[in-house]
Every structure is written in structure tokens, then in C-alpha cells.
């Protein structure tokens, strides 16, 4: 029996038929397979997807330092969302407000009667007390149904308090995960806040913008240094440390790296339609990856100074690490792996293991879309169900002033053959036949594939850390780092390596025995049926 038919052996027929195309094995070294994703999850099996607010509120807006986000709604989604994710953030002006948590705290005689006015008087009281350029309005499940108006709410303060403000209607059942929440929030800033501002373009500066990198343990701090050495303006880093002043200019940039395609891939494109920024897929996890991405960027810019000053920043860089990374590489190589993250990392991550000798035999994603597993030519493909119809699409168009094209398009379709601009070639091309990719992973899923595969590490977040811990297995988060980092680049490779032999090499874990060793874990069926 293949491994992924044990690990589905024990489901009931109607669970087994839903989860089945959520997991695949590969046939072949990284020749994609078709997978089932961005469906709703099976009620009953626990998974570790997040709501369609968390991936607005928490996710995308969350890092920007300078915005006041109220959530609208009960305080127990304000409280749960606050200080879940790692947001760093330094202000230089002073308006950091990432360590509040704001909420309306409705309660049941405003559900009742309504929220807006209370909503009002929330925006005035944080006007008062933080005098913010922006506030933003999240909204969570409750306000959706009873129905509060919160964009004319917005509408109110933006002239009231002469600021901007801008309400997202990201209540949690929006979607079938955070990946809606995303959406919702690409398409607000995008609306509203992109290319408002009145910069001009810095010529000769290679402005760039980083989307998609949420600085968590300092990653976009330490891509930002690398990429300023060699001689890049950073604009800004999309959202991690980012800002409302700062992302108003956004538009300026010359060229948009993307590093999570899941959470901003809609930004990536609409800046593309409205103000000619091409984009260019990067990923600065990993050494080897980090070089290609680097030598890719020179490409573009084909400037001779540039592309000297990234050849000797990548050796600058690699020489300090060297030394070092040879130890780690050599009591790690042989080492295998799962990884599961949201809906980016665990491609990103696993070039990261391949610098390693650390081979990935099992991974997966909470909420990715089928473009994340097979690349974005899969895109015309995929087949939009009820849930996804319910997120707004928008349309841009161009901005006859601010749009300029960097290089000519002839270059630009030579370039495209080379580089991975414009696209995305998914995580299944870097995967090993036999390797097992499970979609909307549950917890069951995950002891299964830890019993059947007894990986030397699981890569995965805090729902299922001591689930792994338990089983005897080392735990890194991926979502948080155990509040350590930057893995981005050279610096933060030698730390993810570091942090993964410790692991690894901790005696504690011949000390625990794993409960299947003993005892059978599961009897009968999952999903209710006979
Ligand atoms: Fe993108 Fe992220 Fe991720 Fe994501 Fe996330 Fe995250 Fe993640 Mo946790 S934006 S998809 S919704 S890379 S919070 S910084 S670690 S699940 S893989």
C-alpha cells in the first residue's frame, strides 16, 4: 500500500472521498500533480486554518506600525488576534501602535440595535488619544450579519477627522480560510492607499519594493540590509515594518519582488496593470536560493555596477558564514524532514533544507491555492466555487501619470524565459517522487504522516507543536520561529541551521517513548460513519 492510501485508509467513505484529492504523492521528481485546494474544510476533522479576519487583520494589515486597526466586533476577536502574529516593527516617527489591541467590544444590545455608533465614537476616542494618519476597520463575523455600514462609517471619519480611513469587510465566514482575508486585504489597500501619495520616482536609485515579507523574527530587516549593500533603495517591505506613509508611495518602485505569492500575489499584479511595476518572484530562504534571486534582480536592472556589487556582496556574505555552515551541513546532512506551513514557507523552506542535506519527505500548506502546489499556469484552470465567488474582485486600470514602464518589452519577454518573472513555478517542481503533499492538513493527518515517515524534524506552527513534541519529535515553528530569527539570506540561514541541529540534537528526545510504540492510538473510523 502507497503511503498516502494508509494515511487515508481510516477514514469513513464520506470523509475519504473529500479528503483524497487533498493529498498526493508524487509519481515523478518534480513533475506537478493536480490537487484539490481552497476548499472548505470537513466539519469535525481539527485543522489549523484561520479565519478569513485573521488573514486581513491579522496577516496582511497587521505590521503596518502607523494605522490604528479597530476591530469591529466582540472583544474576544480582538483579544485572540492581538499579538498571535510576530509583527516587528521600529517608528521612526514615533506612531507604532502594533503593541494595541483596539475593539469595539460589541455587546449584545449592540448587536441587537446596531454597532455603527459605537464604531463612531471608537474612531474618535483613538483619534484623540493616538492622532494616526490612518485608521483602518476590520470587521469580524457578527457585524457581516447584522449588517452595520461600516464603509459609510468610514466615509464619516476620513471627513470628519480630515484622515484616512478605510473599513474591510473581512468577517471570519468571508471565506474558507485566512486566505480570503488576504484577498479582502490587497484589494482595500490597493482601492485606497497605493500609489496615493505624490512622490516621483527616484531615477537611477533601483527603487524596489519587497511584497509579501512580514519581517517575522526580522527577516525583511535582514533581506533589506543585504539587498541595500549591494545597492538597492528599499522602498518598502510589504507589510512587515511596513506603513500607511510609506505604502502611499509605493507606486515610485521600479521593480516589486514577491516573496509570499499566496497573501499578496493580487497587489503584485493590480501594481503591475495600474503603474507598470513589473514583478519578479524571489525567495530569500535558503542560500542557493538566496543567490538566484539576488543574480535575478542584477538581470533585470542589467546595470554593470549592480551586478559586480552582487557578485561581491553574495561572496562577502557567504565567507562569513562558511566556516560554520560546514559543521551544520555535516551533522545534519541524511536528516529528513516535514514542514507545514500556511501558504508560502514550505517551498521557501525546503531549498533551505536542501543547503542542509536534510531531505523533505512529507509537507503541506493550511490554506494555499492549486497555483502554490503546480504553478500559476494552473490559474486559468481552477474552477471557483460558492465560497470564492463571495470575494470581491476589483479591477484596476492604468494611471495614465504615474505609469512607467522600466525596460522595454522585448527585454522583458527575453527575461521571462529566464527568470521567474511574472511567475511562480510552484512548490511540486522541487519535490521528490514518493514525497507526500497533503493540502488543509488536520491533526490526525499530521501524527499519521509523523508515525508512518518518523521525520528527524517537523517544521510546522504552534496548533500542532506539542502534538509533534509528544510523538518524541523536534518542533520548529515556521510561523514564529520560536520567537527566534531572521532565517532570511546568509546571517539568517546559519541561524535556521543552528536552531535545527539544536533541535535535533537535544537528548531529550530519546527520553520520551511515543504512544503508538506501545498502545494503539485509534480505534474504529474517522468521520462518524461506521
Ligand atoms: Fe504568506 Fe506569511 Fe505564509 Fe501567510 Fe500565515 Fe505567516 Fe505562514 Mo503563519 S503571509 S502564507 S497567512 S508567508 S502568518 S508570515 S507563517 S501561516 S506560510
Known amino acids: 500500500m502507497q503511503e498516502r492510501d494508509k494515511l487515508l485508509d481510516k477514514y469513513a467513505a464520506k470523509v475519504f472521498k473529500n479528503r ?36 486581513c487583520k491579522g496577516v496582511v494589515l497587521g505590521p503596518l506600525h502607523d494605522v490604528v486597526t479597530i476591530t469591529h466586533g466582540p472583544i474576544g476577536c480582538g483579544f485572540y488576534s492581538w499579538g498571535t502574529r510576530r509583527n516587528k516593527a521600529k517608528a521612526e516617527d514615533g506612531r507604532n501602535f502594533i503593541q494595541y489591541c483596539f475593539s469595539t467590544d460589541m455587546q449584545e444590545s449592540d448587536i441587537v440595535f446596531g454597532g455603527e455608533k459605537k464604531l463612531k465614537q471608537a474612531i474618535e476616542e483613538a483619534v484623540e488619544l493616538f492622532h494616526p494618519a490612518c485608521v483602518m476597520i476590520c470587521s469580524t463575523c457578527p ?8 464603509q459609510a462609517v468610514a466615509d464619516w471619519a476620513k471627513t470628519t477627522f480630515d484622515i484616512q480611513c478605510v473599513a474591510f469587510s473581512c468577517e471570519g465566514y468571508r471565506g474558507v480560510s485566512q486566505s480570503a482575508g488576504h484577498h479582502i486585504a490587497n484589494n482595500g489597500l ?15 536609485k533601483h527603487t524596489i519594493n519587497i511584497l509579501g515579507e512580514y519581517n517575522i523574527g526580522g527577516d525583511g530587516w535582514e533581506t533589506s540590509r543585504v539587498l541595500k549593500r549591494i545597492g538597492y533603495e528599499v522602498l518598502n517591505v510589504f507589510t512587515g515594518d511596513g506603513s500607511y506613509e510609506g505604502i502611499k508611495d509605493s507606486h515610485i518602485a521600479d521593480l516589486n519582488l514577491v516573496m509570499c505569492h499566496r ?20 525567495n530569500f530562504i535558503g542560500i542557493e536560493e538566496t543567490i538566484r534571486s539576488l543574480r535575478e534582480i542584477a538581470m533585470y536592472f542589467d546595470d554593470p555596477i549592480i551586478t559586480a556589487k552582487t557578485e561581491e556582496v553574495i561572496a562577502d556574505e557567504y565567507a562569513a558564514i562558511a566556516g560554520d555552515m560546514g559543521f551544520y551541513k555535516e551533522k545534519l546532512t541524511g536528516k529528513t524532514a516535514g514542514i507545514f506551513t500556511g501558504g508560502s514557507r514550505t517551498h521557501h523552506y525546503q531549498a533551505l533544507l536542501n543547503d542542509l542535506g536534510i531531505k523533505t519527505v512529507i509537507g503541506g500548506y493550511e490554506f494555499a491555492h492549486r497555483d502554490e502546489y503546480e504553478g500559476r499556469e494552473v490559474i486559468p484552470n481552477i474552477k471557483l466555487d460558492a465560497d470564492n465567488k463571495n470575494i470581491e474582485e476589483i479591477t484596476v486600470s492604468k494611471d495614465e501619470a504615474k505609469y512607467r514602464l522600466i525596460i522595454d518589452r522585448e527585454r522583458f519577454e527575453e527575461l521571462k524565459d529566464k527568470i521567474e518573472l511574472e511567475e511562480y513555478k510552484g512548490m511540486f517542481r522541487d519535490m521528490g517522487a514518493g514525497t507526500i503533499t497533503v493540502d488543509d492538513f488536520n491533526h490526525y493527518e499530521t501524527e499519521k504522516v509523523i508515525e508512518m515517515f518518523k521525520p528527524d524534524i517537523f517544521y510546522s506552527g504552534i496548533k500542532d507543536k506539542y502534538v509533534i513534541l509528544k510523538a518524541g519529535i523536534p518542533s520548529r515553528q515556521l510561523h514564529s520561529y520560536d520567537y527566534s530569527g531572521p532565517y532570511s539570506c546568509f546571517q539568517g540561514a546559519l541561524n535556521f541551521a543552528r536552531d535545527s541541529y539544536m ?28
Not at 457585524?143 to 461600516?150: E, K, P, S, T
Not at 499578496?264 to 514583478?279: C, L, P, V
Not at 511515543?514 to 474517522?526: D, E, Q, R, V
Open 263 to 282: 497573501s499578496i500575489n493580487y497587489i503584485a499584479e493590480m501594481m503591475k496593470t495600474k503603474f507598470g511595476i513589473d514583478w519578479l518572484k524571489v
Open 20 to 55: 483524497k484529492d487533498h493529498i498526493v504523492q508524487l509519481e515523478q521528481d518534480g513533475v506537478p500533480q493536480e490537487i484539490t485546494a481552497n476548499s472548505r474544510s470537513v466539519p469535525g476533522l481539527m485543522v489549523n486554518r484561520g479565519c478569513c479576519y485573521a488573514g
Open 190 to 204: 490597493m482601492k485606497h492607499i497605493i500609489g496615493s501619495g505624490d512622490a516621483v520616482p527616484h531615477y537611477g
Open 143 to 150: 457585524i457581516g450579519l447584522i449588517g452595520d455600514d461600516i
Open 503 to 530: 533541535a535535533i540534537y537535544a537528548p531529550a528526545w530519546g527520553l520520551i517513548s511515543a504512544p503508538w510504540k506501545t498502545t494503539s492510538t485509534l480505534m474504529g473510523k474517522i468521520g462518524g460513519e461506521k
